[in-house]
């Protein structure tokens, strides 16, 4: 459901651009369904947003790993056609996180806050960054574990906190120039038990990703799950140089 | 009619001949001065010539571009990193609308459209010049199911969510540029290699490239005051802390130094008449001959500067320290002859008289003190450095002038009726210490020698060591801008060091490519040994006329109505935006131009835009002749021991690729060795060339060992103070020591001649031994005031050479005559105590 929601909504921004009738409709559409969530959000107060972040810290202290099954959707300028794709993801504070995508399009992504790899068992060839040298890869990575790492959210986001009809949204602008030529505001959807539900990120060159998260869990994860050892055979490459 | 008494008889009788003499001297001087004056600012100058490390970097200096860079650095506190990250793209901006600035790069080139539009722009030369075979597998990627193929990939990699394919359709949606710029990639990290951000993100570093018409000392200080300007309202808008705007390159050091020259000029002059002016006035009450002998001092420095821009043309940096010296060692002459004349006088005899009689006595002593230090500072030639040469030469000429201005002109200016001198506390002294030490000489011999000895044991002792320091900083100006925005970047930025670097110049595209090609693939070979740490050369962007030639022929086979097809059709089938693949066709059209044309390519040159930020890697490896260009090897450590440099010496080259190597560190390393020959070997001929003058000059072995030691020991007191008072040695104040032993020699000349010829000890020693000690205060405070100096080679000097001779000169009055007492006959020393005439009463 969520999908066809989000999937409209961004077609229409993309098509606004090129006033076509159908897009408009379809925009219409997106937003009367969507409407109903928006007008129900309430801003917190300071001290209420206060207790919100700190009741999400108490939380993530007493199980600092979740996994969670998500489903992706994509729009980006490169292509015409939003991407869908689905998998499951485990992290582990504060940066080691695991990320798997089924499909079609099969890929691994794994990174232990030092290097990260993506790994596409199709291809048989993976990917080698390293972080932690400010590169965009590492505004990247922060952007994309902000929704499960909401540790110390306050020190690198402006954060805006409201209550909805089920649940809260956190809306997250970067704070760091870095961050902000990476993302131009991140959207979190909590439940009233403050479980991650759905995030939005949007880019400021208009691409914008909209993931949506189910059955989370906060079991202790295998350390194992964030190493990665290449498969013999495997082409390696590292697009960003040494 | 003897040559005192033809003096006497000029300067007593023929004033108004010799006056107009000295002034059509002085006139001629100045007109040589205003009309031929140049001055050389370039401080590789006083570095010795040939040695190709020195001359290589006279090369990278004035033929490479970044001789025009300036670097920039904003500095905050650690609380405004993020202000500071925000305010950094306004400041690049401000940068860039200044009249004074060509480029700016404030950032990697990689992270701007314009960046990789400029790269693009490229790719077509750097894709021909590909070797035949990676050519000809980067053409078969343009078959339609190869496009196919890779467009599926990149769209499923999106999808798996790799940041890679937006790199790669950003900058190569053809993805020919890639393989085109493959060898270049090596070269391209310019954010990795040249970070500009520190770590702690307290600094960012911007370097521009500045279009002065020349690096001469005057347009950068005119370029300085701009950039000066600038930087006073460049951090308007900054809402942070304290922010530091610092600049520094080569022309702010040029600008700096050029301007210090006249600070230094004023502060070393002004310093050195001022201390002669009070030890001559202490010393004898009188300011007419003060004046005279300033005034004569002067001549001499007029007459050598003249010579020296006759001989030299234009006269370097280094010379400004020329004229303090002079007036240090000149003023010895003045303080003997007129101490010596004012002795005739208060004996009795009137002007004319006097002047013979002072001609007589010291004209000898004088001719040869003259002639030790002039042959001394001439041995300055030896060190093969423009700069010394000049100094050497200078000082040498204006030795012998201030010798023979002296005992004529100086005379001019002295009254024929002056009044008796005062009670002369100074004299009185001096007699009493003669007197005492002629009748105690092993007492005096029993305090000094061992002091000295101690002091030789300690200077030859391997601890503590001498520090020697051919660090580049041993160079640098002191309270240097330039300096401190240098050093505050190269503490916040990671460790790094300066490379090495490897000249090469070619005939020709075609030569320059093949010697590159060889260079390239030689120092990757190094690099796999672990012999150096990394490098780069230029070998991507030399391009080879035959391959162009040869990818061409090949490129006219290719179908292109085809590949747009499979291209279009491609997109189309991956849902891929149009607009992604604009620079892909735009690419495809060069191509085709260029295999239909015959017209040879547009040099790539001409396709970057001036102010593209590629420029600031190509002009690292370019000079403004193409075909003159340099490498780049990093070592595994910082450079600084005889075994590294000898190792890179011998590795880098490539056998058939004439290469020069060189870059600061080289450099220094590279002239220690001359450094050590210059301390060593040099100064041993000075010392022998010294002895056999001496041994020619006394015609006594007791008379002459004793100077030897006087003069040995002083050396010895010399290094002995610079180790225990951590003065460390330098490539150049190393040339302090043949000057001490020029200088200090002729104290010991003075006083032994006239205790050779003395008929009443007390009268003739303590006559000499009082203008000695004045002439040696003076000496030592004419070198002193050179430590005021910015510029530190000349400070360093002055504190070499008046450490050097307040050894010599306490090792002549404590160590020489208390040995001359002892060696001599003990009947004649009391034969020569009785008065020969009556003590003047003020006496």
């Known amino acids: 459901m969520f999908e066809t929601l989000s999937s409209r909504c961004n077609r229409r921004q993309s098509r606004l651009a090129t006033t076509s009738s159908a897009s408009i409709i379809s925009g219409t559409i997106a937003l009367f369904l969507f409407a109903p969530s928006l007008l129900h959000a309430e801003p917190l107060v300071a001290a209420d947003q206060k207790s919100l972040l700190s009741r999400i810290r108490d939380k993530r202290a007493a199980a600092p790993q979740v996994q969670a099954n998500f489903q992706e959707e994509k729009n980006i300028h490169l292509l015409n056609k939003p991407i869908s794709s689905s998998g499951k993801v485990w992290f582990q504070a504060p940066n080691k996180f695991r990320r798997e995508v089924g499909g079609n399009s099969p890929s691994i992504t794994i990174s232990d806050g030092q290097q990260l790899w993506i790994y596409y068992p199709k291809f048989q060839s993976a990917e080698h960054y390293s972080l932690g040298k400010r590169s965009p890869l590492d505004a990247g990575i922060a952007a994309l574990t902000a929704g499960l790492n909401l540790e110390n959210v306050e020190s690198t986001y402006h954060i805006s906190a409201s209550k909805a009809e089920k649940g809260y949204e956190l809306e997250l602008t970067p704070r760091a120039p870095s961050l902000k030529r990476f993302l131009q505001r991140f959207t979190i959807y909590l439940s009233d038990d403050l479980e991650v539900q759905r995030t939005d990120m949007l880019q400021p060159n208009g691409d914008r990703i909209v993931t949506v998260y189910s059955g989370e869990t906060r079991a202790p994860i295998n350390p194992n799950t964030f190493e990665f050892t290449p498969p013999a055979g495997t082409t390696i490459t590292t697009p960003l140089g040494r | ?843």
């Open chain 2, 1 to 843: 009619m003897r040559l005192s008494t033809n003096i006497a008889h000029l300067v007593t009788q023929r004033r108004a001949l010799v006056w107009t003499a000295v002034g059509l001297l002085s006139v001629a001087c100045i007109y040589v001065l205003v009309t031929r004056m140049r001055l050389d600012t370039e401080v590789l100058n006083l570095l010795p010539k040939g040695f190709p490390s020195v001359e290589g970097l006279k090369v990278y200096n004035q033929d490479f571009t970044q001789v025009r860079a300036l670097t920039f650095a904003l500095v905050c506190q650690p609380d405004d990193v993020d202000k500071l990250e925000e305010f950094a793209p306004t400041f690049a901006q401000r940068l860039r609308e200044q009249p004074w600035c060509a480029r700016v790069l404030a950032g990697s080139p990689m992270e701007t459209p314009e960046g990789l539009r400029d790269l693009q722009a490229i790719a077509l030369p750097l894709l021909l010049n590909l070797d035949p075979r990676q050519f000809e597998e980067t053409l078969a990627t343009l078959q339609p199911a190869g496009i196919q193929a890779r467009l599926h990939r990149l769209h499923e990699e999106i999808e798996a969510g790799s940041p890679r394919p937006q790199l790669e359709l950003g900058l190569d949606p053809l993805g020919l540029v890639g393989p085109a710029l493959k060898p270049f990639a090596t070269n391209s990290a310019v954010e990795e290699d040249q970070p500009l951000t520190s770590p702690d993100r307290t600094m960012r570093v911007f370097l521009t490239v500045t279009n002065q018409p020349s690096i001469g000392a005057f347009d950068c200080q005119k370029l300085m005051r701009e950039v000066k300007a600038f930087q006073k309202q460049a951090s308007a808008g900054w809402e942070g802390g304290p922010l530091q705007v610092l600049v520094t390159g080569r022309s702010v050091y040029v600008a700096e130094i050029s301007l210090s020259m006249r600070h230094d000029i004023i502060v070393t002059v002004l310093g050195s008449i001022l201390l002669v002016s009070g030890v001559f006035y202490i010393g004898f009450h009188r300011w007419l001959p003060l004046l005279g002998m300033g005034c004569t001092l002067l001549l001499c420095c007029l007459v050598a500067l003249a010579a020296g821009l006759l001989i030299f043309r234009e006269l370097n940096m280094v010379t400004v320290g020329f004229c303090a010296i002079l007036i240090g060692l000149g003023v010895d002459f003045a303080i003997l002859i007129f101490g010596r004349y004012q002795q005739a006088r208060d004996e009795g005899s009137n002007h004319a008289a006097a002047v013979t009689e002072s001609v007589s006595n010291l004209g000898r002593a004088i001719f040869f003190g003259a002639l030790t230090t002039a042959v001394g500072f001439m041995a300055l030639m030896l060190a093969g450095s423009g700069g010394f040469t000049q100094l050497g030469v200078l000082i040498a000429v204006g030795i012998m002038f201030a010798g023979i201005f002296m005992m004529t002109v100086f005379f001019l200016f002295l009254p024929p009726n002056s009044p008796p001198s005062r009670s002369d506390w100074m004299f009185s002294l001096v007699k009493h210490y003669v007197r005492w030490m002629v009748a105690n000489p092993a007492r005096m011999l029993w305090i000094s020698t061992p002091i000295l000895l101690v002091l030789t044991v300690i200077a030859v002792s391997p601890k503590p060591p001498v520090i020697f320091d051919v660090s580049t900083h041993s160079m640098e100006p002191k309270r240097s801008d330039a300096g401190y925005a240098l050093n505050t970047i190269m503490a916040k930025m990671p460790a790094r060091w300066e490379p090495v670097i490897g000249i090469v110049q070619a005939a020709d595209a075609q030569q320059l490519h093949d010697r590159w090609q060889t260079v390239d693939a030689h120092w990757s070979e190094l690099q796999r040994e672990g012999k150096i740490k990394g490098y780069s050369t230029p070998a991507a962007l030399a391009l080879s006329p035959a391959r162009l030639q040869t990818n061409r022929e090949r490129l006219r086979a290719l179908d292109f109505p085809t590949v747009r097809a499979a291209l279009k059709s491609s997109i189309a089938a991956e849902g891929f935006s149009a607009n992604t693949f604009t620079s892909a066709f735009g690419l495809l059209d060069q191509m085709q131009a260029a295999a239909q044309s015959r017209a040879p390519l547009p040099d790539w040159r001409t396709q970057l835009p001036a102010k593209s930020s590629w420029w600031f890697l190509v002009d690292r490896y370019f000079a403004h002749d193409p075909l003159l260009t340099t490498g780049f090897v990093t070592t595994n450590e910082p450079l600084t021991t005889q075994a590294q440099k000898q190792m890179l010496a011998r590795e880098m080259p490539v056998p058939g690729v004439p290469m020069t190597i060189s870059g600061w560190s080289f450099t220094l390393t590279d002239l220690v060795p001359w450094s050590r020959h210059q301390l060593i070997v040099i100064s041993a001929l000075m010392a022998i060339f010294d002895a056999t003058l001496l041994a020619i000059l006394y015609r006594d072995w007791r008379l002459w060992l004793i100077q030897i030691a006087t003069l040995a020991m002083a050396i010895g007191g010399m290094i002995a103070s610079m180790k225990l008072l951590h003065i460390p040695l330098n490539l150049l104040n190393v040339l302090a020591f043949r000057l001490v032993l020029a200088i200090g020699v002729d104290y010991g000349i003075y006083v032994l001649l006239v205790w050779q010829k003395a008929r009443q000890l007390d009268h003739d020693v303590a006559g000499v031994v009082k203008p000695v000690i004045l002439a040696g205060l003076t000496a030592i405070c004419g070198f002193g005031s050179l430590g005021a100096a910015n510029n530190p080679t000349l400070a360093g000097l002055g504190y070499a050479c008046a450490i050097g001779l307040f050894w010599s000169l306490t090792a002549t009055i404590f160590f020489t005559l208390p040995a001359a007492a002892a060696a001599e006959p003990k009947s004649w020393r009391e034969e020569s105590l009785q008065p020969r005439i009556q003590e003047p009463k003020h006496v």
